[in-house]
């Protein structure tokens, strides 16, 4: 069993940086892979980015390569998303999850655990 606790959201502008973090329970951390969702009003849950359990790999969508960078830090059972040049379209609420399977990372059916959850907002 997986807890995950998002914080670090809030309201920034167009060009603010913001960094979530999400801190997981457990003492397995280091077996998931970890992944960012967002869900803007209206629109379905989106996959952002993931890195592997070993942090070794990670996966972007386009919309967010070389403004996103995912880490994660075992030690400290937490995965974060630094978050730069942001736009008004990265509006939306962002979701981290665990997955312990080897399927897709880019697909949410395959993780297992889900944070609640952290607004963030960029205004134009």
């Known amino acids: 069993q997986v807890q995950l606790v998002e914080s670090g959201g809030g309201l920034v502008q167009a060009g603010d940086s913001l960094r979530l973090s999400c801190a997981a329970s457990g003492r397995t951390f280091g077996n998931y892979g970890m992944g960012w969702f967002r869900q803007a009003p209206g629109k379905e849950r989106e996959f952002v980015t993931a890195t592997s359990a070993s942090g070794l790999s990670t996966y972007y969508t386009d919309s967010v390569k070389g403004r996103f960078t995912i880490s994660r830090d075992n030690a400290k059972n937490t995965v974060y998303l630094q978050m730069n040049s942001l736009k008004p379209e990265d509006t939306a609420v962002y979701y981290c999850?665990?997955?312990?399977?080897?399927?897709?990372?880019?697909?949410?059916?395959?993780?297992?655990?889900w944070g609640q959850g952290t607004q963030v907002t960029v205004s134009s």
């Open positions: 999850a665990a997955k312990s399977s080897r399927g897709s990372y880019f697909s949410r059916d395959e993780y297992n655990y």
